[in-house]
């Protein structure tokens, strides 16, 4: 047992001075910033120039539901109001689309992130997020 130790000591040994011998890599030139400056003058961050979300506009509303009966939309109702996310219900049905929806109110949509999607959708099974044309829609209230 002492020789093969011994053994694999000199082996690495060995190849430790084998890999030391070889020559160092290059360091990859990289061409200055300046060569590249076009139109952009300077590099900015996505939340400084205001483009984190894609743009919606104003004409198109984020509506929520799909769900199967009113309670259960009523609850969903309460439980987006316990996020301070305003919504409401709509009158009619969604134009291909099934169930009971809540339509979010313009000042809340960015509070509805996928994160509370997901939170929701574990306790309302078939949860589901829409954008449409605001034109048309009634709500309930």
Known sequence: MRWLFLLLLVLNAFYYVWH???APLKAKEVAPLSLYKGSQQEIRLLRETGAAAPA???DECLVVGGLAARDQLEALRQRLLSLDIGALPLAGQLP???GFWLKVAPESERLLDQEVLASLSKDFK???QKI???EGIATGE
């Open 20 to 22: 030391q011998q070889e």
């Open 56 to 58: 919606r506009r104003r």
């Open 96 to 98: 291909g689309a099934e």
């Open 126 to 128: 078939d949860l589901k």
């Open 132 to 134: 449409i044309f605001c």
